[in-house]
């Protein structure tokens, strides 16, 4: 469970999702009643998913993460286990059948697929309740602070990360396990690619790395990654070409599917 130290970067520093993601996967949907945001963390879908559906139950094994979550009259934030049986499934998000879409943002490499699926299939309303989820890669300033950010993911990061999740995400969602058929306009489930723009300045990029769970972890064991040296090299890349704020340029990367009647 993430603590208070990381769900305060998390909420601040994390990258936010562009209106055109949540239109396109709208655009899939029939109805706009009912949206279920899994791993909603500190609600940042969520918020964006209220703006369109009636309704959003955003569940996340997190209270403290859900601390930071903007409060809508419209989004049920909900504290759940990792696991949900059928029936808490039916007592906090929904009988069969009555969500138009499940979205999972920058998470679902971190859950029991097999079992969330069919969990996923079974709420989705028939035959065209949407399943939509996205990851993002590392954001890009420039050549020169891109080789050191890369690296510092890389190897400094690289014994702490989440080695399956972190697979799936540089592969962009491609190997990703998604057992849905594609939506109305598609012949295929993605990735679809969606571009997201954000000025920062480097504090923001450290506020990032510290909302990772890698640096979390590492910070856990006694070691703190972004040491003096460290933020000095990165001071170094990210001064060369002048100080101040930079644009960082986001990818993300989509997997949309609907059900079918037999699902």
Not at 36 to 41: A, F, H, M, R, S
Not at 117 to 144: E, F, S
Not at 197 to 220: C, G, H, N, P, T
Request: net charge negative.
């Amino acid at each position: 469970m993430a603590n208070l130290y990381q769900s305060k970067h998390y909420s601040l520093g994390r990258p936010t999702y562009p209106r055109e993601l949540f239109q396109f996967i709208a655009s899939k949907t029939p109805q706009h009643d009912l949206a279920w945001d899994v791993g909603t963390g500190t609600g940042q879908a969520a918020q964006s998913l209220a703006g369109i559906y009636k309704n959003v139950i955003a569940t996340d094994v997190s209270e403290t993460q859900l601390s930071f979550a903007p409060k809508l009259p419209n989004i049920q934030y909900k504290c759940t286990p990792p696991k949900l049986t059928m029936e808490e499934l039916k007592h906090a998000i929904a009988e069969e059948s009555r969500v138009d879409v499940v979205t999972v943002a920058q998470a679902v490499h971190y859950f029991d697929l097999p079992t969330f699926y069919q969990q996923v299939k079974w709420v989705l309303k028939k035959p065209h309740g949407v399943m939509a989820v996205w990851c993002y890669t590392l954001p890009r300033i420039n050549d020169t602070f891109d080789a050191i950010f890369d690296q510092f993911f890389c190897n400094a990061c690289g014994p702490y990360w989440n080695q399956t999740a972190v697979t799936l995400v540089n592969d962009e969602y491609k190997s990703l396990e998604f057992p849905f058929e594609p939506v109305e306009g598609l012949d295929h489930t993605g990735p679809l690619q969606f571009k997201s723009e954000k000025l920062v300045d480097l504090e923001d990029m450290f506020v990032f790395i510290r909302s990772w769970s890698a640096y979390q972890r590492a910070k856990d064991k006694g070691l703190e990654l972004l040491s003096e040296k460290v933020i000095e090299e990165f001071k170094s890349a990210w001064n060369k070409d002048g100080d101040g704020h930079k644009v960082a340029k986001i990818s993300m990367y989509l997997r949309i599917g609907k059900v079918g009647n037999l699902d």
